[in-house]
Structure formats: C-alpha cells, structure tokens
C-alpha cells in the first residue's frame, strides 16, 4: 500500500490518493482543489482509480467529485446518510476491496451526520474532520452533534489499535500525520472524561 497525501487549497485540506501497488489500483478521499496534483499522481503512476471516497460531504470535501468522475469513471462512494449524489452507499463496519487493498468503514458522525472514518489495510485511518492531529473537529456546524462526536471519539476511535497511522481531512496540527497511540496521549478531545465534562469542554463552557 502506497499513500500519497497531498494539500491542496486555501484551507489547509488534505486530498488522498491510496494505491495497491501489486494491481495499480487505487482511491482517492476527499477531491476538492488542485486536482490537477492528483491527475499527475494517476498519469505518473498509470493507475486505476476504482473509488472516489468522501469522508463526509462538506463542500471542501466534495468540490472535486465530478471532475474527478470524468476523468477516471471512479464510483463516488458516502456514507448512507449522505443526501447528495453518489453510487455507493457504506455503513459502519462494511468492508471495501480494492486490490488488495481492505477499506473499513467506521462511522464517525459528530462534525457531520455523515462522516466517517477509514481503516486501510488495518494499518492508518483517515479520519477526514473527526479528529485531527490535537484536536477534532467543529461540531457547531449544520449536522455537527456534540454527543455524536463524543461516541465517536471515546467509544469508537479510542478503542482502535494504537499502532494505526493518522491521516485528517486538514492540515492543522503541529504536524501532518500521527498515530492514534499518541493522539491518546496528547490530544485533549480524547483525554479520559466523562460524556458530560467532554460536552462542556467541546461546547467551550468550560
């Protein structure tokens, strides 16, 4: 597996491109700007984009669906609670072939009803704007659950392998990627608490 993770646009967001090296296949994450980076990377390597996987549907996640569609003829693939046009619906636990390439789906709402995050190869997690490398994501948005974010932070991405490499949906931490045995350590929205000091901490009233 061979993941290249490019920053693209104005607001510091990260589009991927994850590839089997074995067939040349691959997918792309959340296509917004610059996607000019991510025809390069396919004409390069000459791969085969078989999916175009949205982390959550936030125009800065989605704004490069279409053009990437064309390109590739990539099937767009959402969460089940995505409103907006795709082919593919995935829920919690579903399991994506590509190549050899495993793609798990956890569903991670919070800072949408739909997000979700991605473990490849049960090696790194694409956690899209769930959680950053120390901090998570805004949960003052339409969609945004405060409760939802909290389920997904405590009881779903804590208790992953702290082994899995971290890669987020924005460039906003100190660096671009982390682990999630050191986001226990160090980020403050997955310390220890209770669901109600984490409610009062994440709605700033504290």
């Not at 700007?33 to 982390?55: A, H, P, Q, R």
């Not at 090696?123 to 994501?137: A, K, R």
């Amino acid at each position: 597996m061979k993941i290249f993770q490019i920053l693209v646009g104005q607001m510091s967001n990260f589009t991927y491109v994850i590839v089997d090296e074995a067939s040349g296949k691959a997918v792309v994450i959340d296509p917004s700007w610059d996607l000019e980076k991510i025809f390069k990377i396919i004409s390069d390597n000459k791969l085969k984009v078989e999916y175009i996987i949205n982390t959550h549907t936030h125009f800065d996640h989605v704004l490069g669906n279409e053009k990437v569609v064309s390109k590739t003829r990539a099937r767009i693939v959402q969460h089940t609670m995505s409103s907006q046009i795709h082919d593919l619906s995935v829920e919690d636990g579903q399991v994506l072939s590509v190549g050899r390439l495993r793609l798990r789906v956890i569903y991670t709402p919070g800072h949408s009803n739909d997000s979700i995050s991605i473990i490849a190869n049960e090696e790194s997690i694409f956690t899209g704007d769930t959680l950053f490398v120390g901090n998570c994501g805004r949960v003052d948005l339409p969609g945004g659950d405060p409760a939802a974010m909290f389920d997904s932070l405590h009881n779903k991405l804590a208790n992953l392998d702290d082994s899995l490499v971290v890669y987020p949906g924005h460039n906003y931490g100190a660096k671009k990627t982390s682990t999630l045995g050191d986001e226990k350590q160090s980020n403050s929205t997955l310390r220890p608490r209770s669901k109600e000091d984490f409610l009062r901490y994440i709605t700033y009233d504290e």
